[in-house]
């Protein structure tokens, strides 16, 4: 490969590197600390957050609109966002665009003061939102940096003795709650979140502690009911009369009308849900379903999202095994014209009517958001809790070392990063410099990697940093060592260059080599902090070799053939 594509490599890697790096940066640098706090609360928060502003804007655009001089002036920055939306109206409604946008212009796109806190409210909420999304692009900091989350989980015995037929024995109980401790595992890693910690309390109680700015939200998604979808035929009548009864103010409690004969036995009510523009459930209406559904989940066997061509909305589908297909295809064929509800825990998530058979065992179904679809489709992989969970408490914690201990940790990197920075310039003269830069764009690409996979950085994930840095230099030690006996040899600048990184080659991927795999087997086998340390330590060492045997030899060739350099500044006494 050429010297001009291989610095196009190069700097492609470090621009996709910048692109992977700037939602880290931008979060921790560039956001305020309360935009920040709103995206670290539920979705209801959000809500409700965004309907205050919006009325509070409205009201001191109320107050300006009364003011005619105000009206003439340029609307106040703080409202410029409604610019672009008043522009969009005016060609929406083929009106001509006005010279200035003053208070009066703006206002004058909208069709009233509601239209006007409308846009607000989804300026805010949509702000708000990909806030939140970003937050899931970022090199996150861990509970004993930065603190976390803390949930007491806590078993409810009852349904699974019920299924047993008997009263539940210690051991059972024990069992049960292992099976649910390696559950919430699976999941928790499959949903992104690194190093948690999961572990069993005396009284029972499961406590997990998820590092980072932790959504509370998140906490119901690794709990997601059984982590099984049923499949309901849906009983049009009885749903007519659950809906007529929940009209004159009847109560449903579990499922059935406070009312007898309401319903008819082996008869439920449930919820239809379906999501506001701020993600979160809004009820629909009652739909009667039989207690026992037409299709079971247990059927379920791989599951992926799809996106909708149509619409581009979130599609969760289903294949199911032969004996499911089967079973499928035969509620479709006996149910046509019928609506099928599916139900996910206690709410409908989807109903549509059957409009002919099923065959072949693949199902799609609609009704969730593309993070819900996600979490549904993990659930469904790392499979059903074998006890059901309830969350007892939930909050913040601190992180367990102190302000003062951590920039005591962070100075003593800097101050050993300076040590080896400036030890390589003093030993090896130019070629120290060259490997310096190597370092630099080492950890950046590292970091840009650790930062594209949400990885959560504690401790001893920055021990895996540190121990990569000296494995990098340590690379750069030994090319240089061998490029110098070149030298002493009489070789000239390029023949020693060339014949020292080829030396230098196999000894260096030994090294590496035998570390990575040591770092895989942690990283598979390891939990918590051992696989942080793991991880860190594998991606660094790929970061690793590319700079030092392809970046630092790029460098040397560029100064042998761009400038026409004779010697090589690599150590004193030695050109």
């Known amino acids: 490969m050429s010297k001009r594509m291989r610095l196009l490599l190069i700097l492609f890697c470090m621009g996709l590197g910048a692109v992977f790096l700037y939602p880290t940066i931008r979060w921790y640098f560039l956001i305020n600390p309360e935009m920040k706090a709103m995206a670290n609360g539920t979705r209801e928060e959000i809500r409700l957050s965004s309907k205050d502003e919006a009325s509070a804007d409205i009201a001191a655009l109320r107050e300006l609109s009364a003011d005619s001089a105000a009206v003439e002036a340029p609307i106040p920055a703080e409202y410029s966002f409604l610019i672009d939306i008043a522009k969009e109206h005016y060609r929406q409604l083929d009106k001509k665009m006005p010279a200035a946008w003053t208070l009066g212009a703006v206002l004058n796109g909208f069709n009233g003061f509601d239209e006007v806190q409308t846009s607000i409210e989804d300026y805010y909420r949509q702000s708000i939102l990909k806030l939140k999304e970003t937050r899931n692009r970022i090199l996150a900091l861990g509970l004993d940096i930065s603190g976390g989350l803390n949930a007491v989980l806590e078993p409810d015995f009852t349904a699974l003795a019920e299924t047993a037929g008997r009263e539940l024995t210690a051991e059972d109980r024990d069992a049960a709650l292992e099976s649910a401790l390696e559950v919430i595992n699976n999941r928790i890693d499959t949903f992104g979140v690194s190093e948690p910690q999961i572990r069993k309390q005396i009284d029972n109680s499961i406590l997990v502690e998820i590092p980072g700015e932790a959504d509370p939200e998140r906490i119901d998604a690794f709990l997601m009911g059984r982590g099984s979808l049923n499949f309901h035929i849906v009983d049009d009548d009885a749903t007519q009369a659950v809906r007529d009864y929940s009209a004159r103010g009847g109560e449903i409690v579990d499922g059935q ?56 909305s979130p599609i969760v589908t289903f294949r199911l095994d032969p004996e499911g297909a089967t079973m499928f295809q035969t509620l479709t064929s006996d149910n046509i014209n019928k609506n099928m509800a599916v139900v996910l825990g206690d709410k409908v998530k989807a109903y549509a009517r059957i409009s002919k058979a099923i065959p072949g065992g693949n199902v799609s179904v609609t009704g969730f958001d593309a993070d819900q679809a996600d979490d549904l489709a993990v659930v469904l992989r790392t499979g059903s809790l074998p006890v059901q969970l309830g969350v007892r408490s939930l909050q913040s914690v601190g992180a367990s070392l102190g302000a003062d201990t951590i920039q005591i940790g962070l100075r003593a990197i800097l101050i050993g990063f300076a040590a080896v920075f400036v030890f390589m310039v003093l030993w090896y003269k130019g070629a120290g410099i060259i490997a310096d830069i190597a370092l630099v764009i080492n950890l950046f690409l590292l970091t840009s990697l650790l930062s594209s996979f949400n990885f959560t950085l504690t401790m001893t994930s920055i021990a895996g940093l540190i121990l990569t840095v000296g494995m990098s230099v340590d ?101």
């Open 257 to 312: 009308p406070v009312e007898e004969g309401i319903l008819a036995e082996g008869l439920t009510a449930l919820g239809y849900y379906t999501k506001d523009s701020y993600g979160i459930d809004q009820f629909i209406g009652w739909i009667a379903v039989p207690e026992t559904p037409g299709l079971d989940g247990i059927h379920i066997r791989e599951v992926r999202t799809d996106t909708d061509p149509n619409d581009l």
């Open 475 to 575: 690379a750069n030690v030994i090319i240089f060592e061998r490029i110098k006996e070149e030298l002493r040899l009489g070789k000239g600048r390029a023949a020693a260059i060339d014949t020292g990184f080829k030396k230098a080659f196999w000894t260096v991927m030994d090294a590496q080599i035998t570390t990575l795999i040591a770092a895989l087997f942690l990283s598979q086998i390891g939990k918590g902090p051992v696989q942080g340390f793991a991880i860190t330590l594998a991606w660094g060492i790929g970061c690793s070799l590319f700079t030092a045997l392809y970046v630092a030899r790029l460098f040397f060739d560029i100064g042998t053939e761009a400038f026409k350099r004779q010697k090589v500044s690599i150590a004193w006494g030695v050109s």
